[in-house]
């Protein structure tokens, strides 16, 4: 069976730091994109970042320059270090990955259940 599991959310003061985790378990053949999403309330959720297989990235204009994504690929795990983090910040983060399961399946998305930032004034 397939899981994604993050952690590392929590509360934190303006201008602090968090480092997210979220680890991907079960059969898979490949990992393809692994990202995070992020809702805040009375928004839709938003992309705020992704990293390919190969190490590509992508980042919302809004975090450039405070987030960084990377990956482990021996442990199917991606990160997001979020720095000098700003109320606008808080939102339930998603992690999502690309999967493809079976060399006889295509590639399909994966959610995790969303983990809680909050920052404060």
């Known amino acids: 069976q397939v899981q994604l599991v993050e952690s590392g959310g929590g509360s934190v003061q303006a201008g602090g730091s968090l480092r997210l985790s979220c680890a991907v378990s079960?059969?898979?053949?490949?990992?393809?994109?692994m990202g995070w999403y992020r809702q805040a309330p009375g928004k839709q959720r938003e992309l705020v970042a992704q990293?390919?297989?190969?190490?590509?990235?992508n980042y919302a204009d809004s975090v450039k320059g405070r987030f960084t994504i990377s990956r482990d690929n021996a442990k199917n795990t991606v990160y997001l270090q979020m720095n000098s983090l700003e109320p606008e910040d808080t939102a339930v983060y998603y992690c999502?990955?690309?999967?493809?399961?079976?060399?006889?399946?295509?590639?399909?998305?994966?959610w995790g259940q969303g983990t809680q930032v909050t920052v404060s004034s």
């Open positions: 990293v390919t297989s190969g190490g590509l990235t």
């Open positions: 999502n990955a690309d999967l493809r399961l079976t060399i006889r399946r295509i590639g399909e998305d994966y």
């Open positions: 079960g059969r898979i053949f490949n990992v393809n994109a």
